[in-house]
């Protein structure tokens, strides 16, 4: 299993700035992921943090909206960038080993607010 | 692409009552599949899982049989407590590793 923690667990934030959100893994793990929760609904996946090269990003997320790093292969970093109140989320980093029969662990999660 | 839908609307039982939630989901392959849980100002974490066809997850009472028939993960207890009153995702793992969750159900369990 992995242990995973974030950084900030929330923050209140003024529309049009930005948030780098932190996750640390406790151990060396092959995928990383960021995942948005909005307010009563359920996971979207933003994009997978790829090591050492550029984020992948599912249809609705880019990359100028949503920079993503992964230095290494335990952290990764999400910014929000030129937040507005529609950002106002659960952000969620999870991670796992490749293959069929791994589960991914999740982090915590870091609330947001945009005000 | 893969898909999981999950029953609609929040499920609200006595405790001791048997509890089912649906999920069925859409896949071109055969996806591991998962039931995750979100407790009251937690994180997600795995409640079970299945990789193959008839395998039975269990996990705090709680299981759930994969139905390639049926394609069906339903997450059924037999006697549920106040503690497990929770979001319920169901959630399947494609093939480029990423996972598909459904909406969730939200469970209240009353004394």
């Known amino acids: 299993s992995a242990v995973i923690s974030q950084k900030p667990s929330r923050d209140i934030c003024q529309r049009g700035t930005s948030l780098t959100i932190q996750c640390q893994v406790d151990?060396?793990?092959?995928?990383m992921f960021w995942y948005r929760q909005q307010p009563g609904q359920s996971l979207t996946l933003i994009a997978t943090?790829?090591?050492?090269?550029?984020?992948?990003?599912e249809s609705g997320f880019v990359i100028d909206k949503f920079p993503i790093s992964r230095p290494n292969l335990t952290f990764s970093t999400l910014t929000v960038s030129n937040m507005s109140p529609e950002d106002s989320s659960i952000y969620l980093c999870?991670?796992?080993?490749?293959?069929?029969?791994?589960?991914?662990?999740f982090g915590p999660g870091t609330r947001l607010t945009v005000l | 692409g893969d898909s999981v839908t999950q029953m609609e609307g929040p499920v609200t039982l006595s405790e001791e009552a048997f509890l089912t939630i649906n999920c069925t989901y859409t896949?071109?392959?055969?996806?591991?599949l998962f039931w995750y849980v979100q407790y009251p100002g937690e994180g997600l974490q795995l409640l079970l899982k299945?990789?193959?066809?008839?395998d039975k997850g269990s996990n705090k009472g709680f299981e759930a049989t994969y139905r390639k028939e049926t394609t069906s993960f339903h997450l059924e207890k037999g006697s549920v407590q106040v503690s497990d009153s929770a979001v319920y995702f169901c959630?399947?793992?494609?093939?480029?590793?990423?996972?598909?969750f459904g909406k969730g159900n939200q469970v209240v369990v009353i004394p």
């Open positions: 943090a790829n090591q050492g090269s550029e984020a992948t990003y």
């Open positions: 959630a399947l793992r494609e093939g480029n590793n990423r996972l598909a």
């Open positions: 896949a071109t392959g055969y996806p591991s």
């Open positions: 999870s991670a796992g080993l490749a293959g069929g029969q791994d589960e991914q662990f």
């Open positions: 299945a990789t193959k066809a008839d």
């Open positions: 151990s060396q793990v092959t995928m």
